[in-house]
């Protein structure tokens, strides 16, 4: 069953929308600067890629409600759903939910309803959304969202299903984040050798998906032609190259496509040690020969790690990358790691590119990985 992607929002450090997010990647801006969220004299980083949309001069509490409601929004309106999304299923991937809120509720005693943890409350007010799901899949929790909003059209249990991801940075992660490291990073350098770690990023994406059979095809951003799942369990932390591995491996059968079918790869990409190791090593073992053939862009180096909504950022970019032909950069991205030698990085200005397949891969704690392909529609 073939299943139209039909409307795409988004949130993120660098841009408001999907058109002034896509606008600012491809032009190589970054969303970094010096964390303002909270006490960064606590920390060795001083930097993280936040929205800054605060009000006043603290932190508040409800931001990532704000951007997931905002960017569904910007996706139904696209799809013409309109604000009804009642008995359209909403599946919104995060890795922590509001814990920010928590955070600023437990230390500061900023009021915050502890319902609204979830955002099942705040879909249903705004949208009168009464079928909604969290997916906790860490890093790639959008893209396990995106999997199981496919599987319900395939089953017949909707022909219209909005998958959203968010998640915002939480001084707890920021600091578990910021001790790990063995010199603090002050950008994101994703597959480069100087590359010294990564920084969190606050990001809400959503897409709608429908049947093929009950959606306009010329309106559609594209169509999802698979995700793959799957959960290694390696390590708590360390990633597997073998586990990503069999998660493309999975995604191009599904797909019915070969490696050298994809024209475009959106990586992970976080810029740490071993993160950037095992995905190249693996993306290079799943594509032998061809591994030279398709672009591939990193743009964490932008956005930084937005972690639940970090999937659904990349997919959506690879959809805009379709259409227009342009491909954002890897910033900073200058001398390649021994393993991703011989990719085609995009690290400059890319236009006019043909791109009728792309992958999209997230790779969360846990060895949870999912793997995303896209087609432009009317190949």
């Known amino acids: 069953m073939s299943r139209l992607i039909t409307g795409a929002g988004a949130v993120v450090s660098v841009g408001d929308g999907v058109e002034a997010m896509f606008r600012a990647l ?45 960017a569904v929004e910007e996706a139904a309106a696209q ?59 860490a890093c790639s929790a959008s893209l396990h969202a995106l999997a199981m909003g496919g599987d319900l059209l395939d089953a017949g249990v909707a022909d219209t299903v909005v998958v959203a991801g968010v998640d915002t940075i939480t001084e707890s992660m920021y600091g578990l984040v910021d001790r790990v490291h063995l010199e603090p990073p002050v950008r994101v350098q994703p597959f480069d050798r100087a590359r010294r770690g990564v920084l969190m990023g606050d990001g809400a994406a959503a897409v709608v998906l429908r049947r093929e059979e009950t959606a306009a095809a010329p309106a559609a951003l594209g169509r999802l032609c698979a995700v793959s799942m799957n959960c290694d369990a390696h390590h708590v932390t360390a990633p597997d190259a073998r586990g990503i591995a069999e998660a493309v491996r999975e995604a191009q059968w599904k797909a019915g496509v070969k490696p050298r079918d994809v024209d475009l790869v959106m990586l992970h990409g976080t810029g740490t040690v071993l993160n950037d190791e095992a995905e190249a090593a693996a993306i290079a073992e799943v594509f032998g020969d061809d591994a030279g053939g398709p672009l591939m862009t990193a743009v964490k180096s932008m956005t930084g790690h937005t972690s639940g909504s970090s999937g659904l950022v990349s997919l959506i970019v690879a959809l805009k990358a379709m259409e227009t032909g342009q491909v954002p950069p890897t910033t900073g991205l200058t001398d390649p790691v021994p393993e991703a030698a011989g990719f085609r990085f995009a690290t400059g200005e890319v236009r006019g590119a043909d791109i009728g397949v792309a992958q999209i891969g997230a790779y969360g704690f846990g060895g949870v990985n999912a793997v995303a392909i896209v087609e432009r529609t009317g190949r």
């Open 26 to 70: 491809c032009a190589g801006t970054s969303g970094i600067n010096e964390i303002r969220g909270f006490d960064r004299t606590r920390y060795r980083a001083r930097h993280a890629y936040e929205i800054d949309d605060r009000a006043g001069g603290g932190d508040e509490p409800g931001r990532a409600t704000r951007w997931l409601l905002r």
């Open 79 to 137: 799809a013409g759903l309109g604000d009804d999304l009642s008995g359209v299923p909403v599946l919104v991937g995060t890795g922590l939910r509001e814990l920010r809120s928590a955070e600023l509720a437990h230390r500061d005693g900023i009021a915050f309803d502890m319902d609204r943890m979830h955002f099942g409350t705040a879909l249903r007010e705004r949208f009168g959304a009464d079928r909604t799901y969290t997916v906790a899949g």
